[in-house]
């Protein structure tokens, strides 16, 4: 593994360059994209039989998914407020996943990683505008030399 890959290898990876901020900040992309999809999966089976543990999904949840959708969109496009957006409505799912369930429902390896990758959308995001700023700062100060 050479040096570039074990700086970024990790649950918070670091930010130097506007790729780094990409790579990291999309990672809220591909958990948005897991959330509606799993969401999805469990409304139509929920459709068709009960689902263990009462896991609080109907037809109506298909509204989640389709907002995840969108914010798995909008991460990807690089949007600090999307980013936002994803891990405080996906916290606030988990918490009303919780209390609906009873205390049934147990956080898992799974659900901490999702957040992970929220809380890293919402570093890479600001990141990438930071360092876009920067550089187009620079490049300004150039032309004036």
Known sequence: MNSNQKKNFGLLPRIESIS???????QGTWAACFVAGMTTLLVLGSIFAPLPLGIPVNVWSLIDAVIMGIIAWR????SRVAALAGLIYYIIG????????EGKYKVGFVTILITLAFVN???GTF???????TEHSESYSEIDV
């Open 20 to 26: 780094d901020a990409q790579k990291v900040g999309r």
């Open 75 to 78: 991460i990807y496009r690089m």
């Open 94 to 101: 988990q918490i009303s996943m919780f209390s609906a369930s």
């Open 121 to 123: 959308s919402v570093r």
């Open 127 to 133: 990141a990438y505008h930071r360092l876009q700023k």
